[in-house]
C-alpha cells in the first residue's frame, strides 16, 4: 500500500521555467490537497480538490494552477517558476467527513533559481 | 475554523510523559480538534483528534478541558523519536482542509 506518492522528489528550475508535480494517492480517497512550507512555517494550502474534475483555491494559490482529471491524481503547475516559490511542496489525502485522518506525502523540495 | 494557541518549543525528558498543551478559547461546539505531527521534513503525521470527550489511541491521549477551551496532547513515554513539530489543528467540517498554524517543536533529550 503506497499511499500518498508525490513526484518528484527534488527538482531544481530556472526562473520563468514550468514544470508539474504529480501527487498520486491509491486509497480511493475524495479529497486531495497541495501545500506549501517555507523554513520555520507551518503548511499553507495552495488548491485542494473534492472530488474528481473539481479544484478550489487555498490560502496562497497565485502563481500555481491544479487539474484533477482523474481521482487518485492531482497536478500542480507551476507556469512560470520564481525564486519565491522555492518551498517543499507536500500533497494530502482524505475521504470526506470529520472522523477521518489526512495522508500526506513525503514532499517535494523544489529550488527556484 | 477557531484559531489555535500553542508554545513554539518545549522539552522532554526521555521516558517522560510529554504534555502539549492547545488554546482554542474561541472554539465552537461542533469543531473538532486534531493533532498532527511532523518529523523533521517528512509529510505530516496524524495522531489522534476529539470533539469533547477524552481519547486515546496507542499513540498517545488528547484531553479536552469541559469548556473545551483549551486541550493537551499527551505522550506518556516519550522516546527520541518524538522529536517533532506538534499542530493542534480546529476543525469544524469534514470539507474544509486542515488549516496549519506553526505549532510546537518538541525536543526529546536523553
Known amino acids: 500500500n503506497a499511499g500518498v506518492t508525490q513526484t518528484p522528489k527534488f527538482r531544481v528550475l530556472k526562473t520563468g521555467q514550468s514544470m508539474t508535480l504529480l501527487c498520486a494517492q491509491d486509497?480511493?480517497?475524495?479529497?486531495m490537497y497541495w501545500y506549501r512550507q517555507d523554513p520555520g512555517m507551518g503548511l499553507r494550502l495552495i488548491h485542494y480538490?473534492?472530488?474528481?474534475?473539481?479544484?478550489a483555491k487555498g490560502e496562497v494559490p497565485d502563481g500555481y494552477n491544479v487539474s484533477r482529471l482523474k481521482k487518485q491524481n492531482f497536478l500542480l503547475g507551476l507556469e512560470s517558476a520564481a525564486p519565491s516559490q522555492t518551498s517543499v511542496y507536500f500533497c494530502?489525502?482524505?475521504?470526506?467527513?470529520?472522523?477521518?485522518?489526512?495522508?500526506f506525502g513525503q514532499g517535494t523540495r523544489l529550488t527556484v533559481v | 475554523d477557531a484559531k489555535t494557541t500553542q508554545p513554539p518549543s518545549m522539552d522532554c525528558a526521555e521516558g517522560r510523559a510529554a504534555n502539549l498543551p492547545c488554546n482554542h478559547s474561541?472554539?465552537?461546539?461542533?469543531?473538532?480538534v486534531y493533532w498532527y505531527r511532523q518529523i523533521h521534513s517528512q509529510g505530516p503525521q496524524y495522531i489522534i483528534h476529539?470533539?469533547?470527550n477524552n481519547e486515546t489511541n496507542e499513540m498517545a491521549s488528547l484531553i479536552i478541558t469541559e469548556d473545551r477551551k483549551s486541550s493537551t496532547l499527551i505522550l506518556p513515554h516519550a522516546t527520541l523519536r518524538d522529536t517533532a513539530v506538534y499542530y493542534c489543528?480546529?476543525?469544524?467540517?469534514?470539507?474544509?482542509?486542515?488549516?496549519f498554524g506553526k505549532g510546537t517543536r518538541l525536543s526529546v533529550i536523553a
Open positions: 486509497m480511493n480517497h475524495e479529497y
Open positions: 489543528i480546529v476543525r469544524v467540517s469534514g470539507n474544509t482542509p486542515l488549516v
Open positions: 476529539g470533539l469533547k
Open positions: 494530502a489525502s482524505s475521504s470526506p467527513g470529520l472522523n477521518t485522518e489526512a495522508f
Open positions: 474561541t472554539i465552537s461546539g461542533n469543531e473538532y
Open positions: 480538490s473534492v472530488g474528481e474534475g473539481t479544484t
